[in-house]
């Protein structure tokens, strides 16, 4: 069971978001299964308290049902279990998001602590719909990609600047004025301002 409580109530959105609709037949974005899949069959035929450690360090993208995150490094401690496998440690990634003012690409690092119980695909508790534990499947792996996105989606903020002066796009040309003054930029008039010259045009 996640030890935080919002992950549970995100999984409609997360049910919402992986899954696309495409004339009626529901498919799944691919995910990278090379990093993201961790192959446990080996400790599952430990004994309980045997533990493997899992390094991560990915600088390329990584693709994570609809997002897409890169840098991904870290360690993962698995600890084999009576129950299954606890998988702990933190991770840490970085996600690529525009800012809002220049649409300019901004790297946001955030980090995906793991605090979490994978149960044995035979345990009675794997098939009841309201587990709210992640299952090893059977062919004896774990996947973290839902844990991966939501986190990526949680820690990173919808409101991103590239610095907090960001100039932003200039509304008639587009220009990125942080890279280049245009000319329109001085042509901008405040509205209320124009209504305040008008009264005075009026009084002269
Ligand atoms: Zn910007
Ligand atoms: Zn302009």
């Known amino acids: 069971m996640r030890l935080s ?3 549970g109530a995100l999984s409609f959105v997360t049910f919402l978001s992986c899954y696309v609709i495409s004339n009626g ?10 990093v993201l899949n961790l192959n446990v069959g080996f400790l599952l035929k430990e004994g309980a308290g045997y533990t493997r450690t899992f390094p991560f360090d990915e600088p390329g993208d990584l693709r994570v049902h609809d997002i897409t995150i890169h840098h991904l490094q870290g360690k993962l401690r698995l600890n084999r279990t009576p ?3 606890v998988v702990q440690g933190t991770l840490h990634a970085q996600r690529t998001v525009e800012c ?8 946001i690092p955030f980090d995906i602590p793991f605090e979490e119980l994978f149960l044995l695909p035979t345990d009675p508790e794997s098939s009841n719909p309201d587990n709210h534990y992640y299952v090893i499947d059977e062919g004896g792996t774990i996947d973290l ?3 991966l996105w939501e ?8 409101q991103v600047l590239c610095r907090s002066d960001c ?3 200039c509304p008639d040309c587009g220009k990125n004025r942080n890279e280049e003054a245009c000319e329109c930029a001085f042509e ?3 509205s209320r301002m124009e209504s305040l010259r008008a009264l005075l045009d009026d009084q002269s």
């Not at 037949?25 to 090379?34: A, E």
């Not at 986190?151 to 919808?158: D, L, T």
């Open 188 to 190: 901008i008039v405040d």
């Open 145 to 147: 990609t839902p844990i």
């Open 167 to 169: 100039l932003g796009l």
């Open 151 to 158: 986190e990526a989606i949680v820690s990173v903020p919808i």
């Open 100 to 107: 809002v003012r220049c649409l300019a690409p901004v790297d």
């Open 5 to 7: 409580g919002y992950r």
């Open 25 to 34: 037949v529901v498919t799944h974005p691919r995910s990278d299964p090379r």
């Open 83 to 85: 129950q299954g496998i």
